[in-house]
């Protein structure tokens, strides 16, 4: 059954438009910040994820703070009211401007992602007669289970600085006055519903940390970066991701200095359940194959996913939802002219007809925010639950 129905006939605004579910949201906030506040844990969401103002602003109230990897994320960070004290900047390609404004922003740290890095950071803070806070993305050579293209913390990965290049970086911070490092960072990837990686990542932290400490480095905080996965398969089976289990993982097995802090970077675990893709069908036709095709008028400009990762999203007929239909084997694609985009291929599916309203389910993260303009189609708008549209 799908989370909701459209009886045939019911005004339903014009498509395609993103929906979120603001209790829902309010929902996994509370767990995760729940979960978190037991091992004295702060979060920060990951901008990249979704940057819908009022979704910010929820996530601003729960007390988050903010990761971006841009300095246009650090600037809507900051412009929706998070705290610059709370921002972190990572990003494998930070240019002079992005730097020069997230110094002058004030914000919280930079994860450094390579050795001239280091150097640019360092000649940037000097002209503005400043000092700032750095931390070492440092790549753990840690391979998570999940897809090739959001898998970040294997060796061979552009992210971070390599495990065997630390001695290195360590030799440069002694000769560059103007950062001071607070800390380690690190992020192996997103999607991961296999906790034991959160585990192995821990271990390789520990690892690491020690040998800083060996070294005489005080650092003041870990960032364990973002990744926890989500069910895409049956997204109300849990529609609040297992914080208690993600949390609990690194508070088992990461070791923790007195006076250190630690951070996690969490994007798609705290907005992907409570977004969906609603569209119309536009058309439906039987190939000389035999496949059914039902084409929506939303497409990959407006959910890439499928088309980019050959992502799962659980696709419901809420029209159907409400009636007696027959179930058969349907494609669901979009209209945009490109073979790739089609948002599921040959799935059992209620007889769909001309229409219907199809809800396209766990898209809050990295559905809106990876849109496109591409066919000149316009950015679909967002609605939300709580009636304040
Ligand atoms: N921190 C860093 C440094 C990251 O690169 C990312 C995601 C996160 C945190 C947040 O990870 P999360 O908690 O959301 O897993 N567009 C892809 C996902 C790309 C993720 C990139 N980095 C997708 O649609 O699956």
């Not at 702060?42 to 103002?53: G, Q």
């Not at 450094?112 to 931390?135: K, M, W």
């Not at 790739?340 to 396209?360: K, N």
Request: charged residues 20%; negative net charge.
């Amino acid at each position: 059954m799908p989370k909701y129905t459209v009886t045939p006939g019911t005004l339903v605004p014009s498509t395609p438009f993103y929906y979120y579910d603001f209790d829902l949201l309010r929902r996994t906030l509370d767990a995760a910040t729940t979960e978190a506040a037991k091992y004295g844990y702060h979060i920060h969401y990951a901008m990249k994820a979704n940057v819908e103002p009022r979704i910010l602003r929820e996530i601003q109230c729960a007390g988050l703070g903010a990761d971006c990897v841009s300095g246009y994320e650090v600037q809507c960070a900051v412009e929706n009211g998070f705290p610059p004290e709370k921002i972190v900047f990572a990003g494998v390609g930070k240019s002079d401007r992005e730097i020069e404004g997230a110094i002058r922003a004030g914000i919280f740290a930079f994860n450094c992602e390579s050795l001239q890095e280091l150097e640019v950071i360092d000649a940037l803070a000097a002209r503005l007669g400043r000092r700032v806070n750095i931390a070492l993305r440092i790549n753990p050579n840690v391979r998570p289970e999940t897809h090739k293209y959001i898998s970040t913390g294997q060796a061979e990965s552009k992210f971070g600085i390599s495990y065997t290049e630390i001695d290195q970086a360590l030799g440069k911070l002694h000769s560059l006055n103007h950062i001071r490092i607070v800390g380690l960072h690190f992020h192996i990837g997103s999607q991961i519903r296999n906790l034991s990686s959160f585990a192995e990542l821990a271990g390789r932290v520990n690892e690491i940390a020690a040998w800083f400490a060996s070294r005489g480095v005080e650092l003041e905080h870990l960032n364990m970066g973002g990744g926890l996965g989500i069910d895409y398969e049956d997204p109300d089976a849990e529609p609040v991701p297992d914080f208690a289990g993600y949390f609990r993982t690194f508070h088992e097995h990461l070791r923790v200095a007195p006076g250190q802090t630690v951070h996690f970077e969490l994007g798609r675990s705290i907005v992907a359940q409570c977004g969906e893709l609603i569209t119309r069908v536009l058309y439906t036709k039987t190939t000389a194959g035999g496949a059914n095709f039902a084409i929506t008028d939303a497409g990959m400009t407006e959910l890439i996913r499928p088309a980019l990762y050959g992502a799962h999203h659980r696709i419901e007929n809420l029209t159907a939802g409400t009636e007696e239909r027959a179930m058969g084997l349907y494609s669901i694609a979009g209209p945009i002219c490109e073979s790739s985009d089609v948002f599921a291929r040959d799935i059992e599916f209620p007889e769909s007809r001309r229409g219907d309203v199809l809800s396209i389910r766990s898209t809050g993260a990295y559905g809106s925010i990876m849109a496109s303009n591409y066919n000149m189609r316009p950015i679909a708008p967002s609605r939300f639950s709580d009636k304040l549209n």
